[in-house]
C-alpha cells in the first residue's frame, strides 16, 4: 500500500483543483448545512470554499471571542479559517494548516476574494507546526484528524497542546468509530479517503486526549447522517484515491455500506490546563 500521507496529498490535492474550475455542487451545500453550516454562514464565504468535506461546524461550538488566535488544522479551501477571522476581528488571527500545496493556494485565492488580511495559511503537516509553542488561545478542526495513520495520532494531539497556551481550549469536529472496524473497511482507500475507514474508536480518542494532558474533555454524537457522504462530488470519484483505492467489487460493496452502522460525527472539546 502506498504510503497513508502520499494518497492523502493527492486526493485532496485533485479535490482543490477540480473546485478551481467548477462551481459548488448542490451536495457540497447539502453536506455543508447538514453538518451544521447554516445558509447565512455559507452565503458569507468566497465562491470556492466550501468542499463538502466537513463534519461539523467547529468554529459554533469554539467561543471564540474577538483578538483570539485560532488555528484550524488541515484547512483545506478555508471555510472554518474565514469563519473564525470574522470572529476574532482585525485584533486576532486565524491560520490554517495543511499538507497540500494545491489546498493552501485555494484558501490564499479564497482568502483574497474574502478580503480578510488576518487570515493566513501555512502548508506544514499538522503533526509539526511552525508555530511557538503556547502562543494559540483555540485549535479547531474538521473531519481531518481521521485522516491521519493511526501511529501518529497521539501525536497530533501533542502538538496541540504545545501550541495551546495554558487554559487554550480545543474544539474538533471528526469521524469518530461505533465499533471495531471489519478488515474490509480498513483496508478501503476510497472509504479511508472518505474519512471512515481511518476513523479511531471512541474510547481511542479520549485517550488520545488524556495521554497529552487534557481535561474537561468532552465528546458529542451528533447524529449526523454520513450517508450524505456519498453526494459528494468530489469524494465518490474514482480520481480522487486512484487506481490503489481497490477493486470494482470493493467499491461496489463501500457504496452499499451504511456509513452510521461504522461510525458518527462527533463534536469533541477539551482544554489544557491552566497551570
Known amino acids: 500500500m502506498a504510503d497513508i500521507y ?6 485532496y490535492g485533485n479535490i482543490a483543483k477540480k473546485i478551481v474550475t467548477n462551481q459548488e455542487q448542490d451536495g457540497e451545500k447539502k ?13 458569507s464565504l468566497p465562491e470556492k470554499t466550501n468542499l463538502g468535506l ?7 461550538y469554539a467561543n471564540v471571542k474577538e483578538g483570539e488566535t485560532v488555528v484550524d488544522l488541515g484547512s483545506g479551501g478555508g471555510i472554518d479559517v474565514f469563519l473564525a477571522a470574522r ?3 482585525p485584533a486576532g488571527k486565524a491560520i490554517g494548516i495543511d499538507m497540500t500545496k494545491n489546498m493552501i493556494d485555494l484558501a490564499i485565492e479564497n482568502a483574497k476574494a474574502a478580503g480578510l488580511s488576518n487570515a493566513t495559511f501555512i502548508e506544514a503537516s499538522i503533526t509539526s507546526i511552525p508555530l511557538p509553542s503556547s502562543s494559540v488561545d483555540c485549535i479547531i478542526s474538521n473531519c481531518v484528524i481521521n485522516l491521519v ?20 481550549r480545543l474544539a474538533i469536529s471528526d ?6 472496524l471489519p478488515k474490509n473497511i480498513v483496508e478501503d482507500m476510497a472509504l479511508y479517503m472518505g474519512c471512515i475507514a481511518g476513523a479511531s474508536q471512541v474510547a481511542e480518542y479520549e485517550e488520545y486526549l488524556r495521554q497529552a494532558g487534557f481535561q474537561d474533555i468532552l465528546l458529542v454524537d451528533t447524529k449526523s447522517n454520513l450517508n450524505l457522504y456519498k453526494e459528494s462530488s468530489y469524494l465518490q470519484q474514482s480520481t480522487c484515491c486512484g487506481p490503489s483505492s481497490g477493486s470494482k467489487e470493493q467499491k461496489a460493496d463501500s457504496a452499499n455500506i451504511d456509513y452510521n452502522e461504522c ?9 489544557k490546563p491552566a497551570v
Not at 469521524?175 to 471495531?180: D, G, N, Q
Not at 461510525?263 to 482544554?271: D, K, L, T
Open 6 to 11: 502520499q494518497l492523502v496529498q493527492a486526493c
Open 87 to 89: 470572529k476574532v476581528g
Open 263 to 271: 461510525a458518527g460525527s462527533f463534536q469533541i472539546y477539551a482544554v
Open 31 to 43: 453536506i455543508a448545512m447538514a453538518f451544521g453550516y447554516s445558509g447565512d454562514d455559507l452565503l
Open 175 to 180: 469521524i469518530l468509530a461505533r465499533k471495531p
Open 149 to 168: 495513520p493511526a501511529k501518529d495520532k497521539g501525536s497530533v494531539f501533542h502538538e496541540i497542546a504545545r501550541l495551546l497556551k495554558p487554559g487554550g
Open 54 to 60: 466537513s463534519c461539523g461546524n467547529p468554529v459554533a
